[in-house]
């Protein structure tokens, strides 16, 4: 995991340039998952080697469901919150 025991702006940092230069430079395969949405402007800049994608969810009535489907362009909404509680994190925690 890409910024570990550092701070979100290095860690956000870290993952630009490393995909910038994978992108860029590089031109490789690959995947990730960040929770920097920021990143997906890449795909702007490197439209020919930079594509979004994001697995879909139904949020209903607070409860969420994954739906396995993976779709065009990047997630519009974070599900930190509701992942937690599905893995039964403590309400205090949560």
Do not use: K
């Not at 570990?4 to 998952?33: K, M, P």
């Not at 969810?57 to 396995?68: F, K, R």
């Not at 974070?78 to 309400?91: D, K, N, W, Y």
């Amino acid at each position: 995991e890409l910024g570990r025991g550092t701070s979100t702006y290095d860690g956000y940092g870290l993952a630009w340039a490393i995909s910038e230069h994978l992108a860029r430079d590089v031109g490789c395969s690959g995947l990730f998952a960040t929770h920097f949405h920021e990143l997906t402007e890449l795909s702007a800049l490197y439209p020919t080697t930079v594509v979004n994608r994001h697995v879909s969810a139904l949020v209903q009535e607070g409860a969420i469901s994954m739906l396995y489907q993976v779709r065009d362009g990047p997630c519009d909404q974070s599900f930190g919150i509701h992942v937690a509680e599905l893995a039964r994190f403590p309400p205090e925690v949560v």
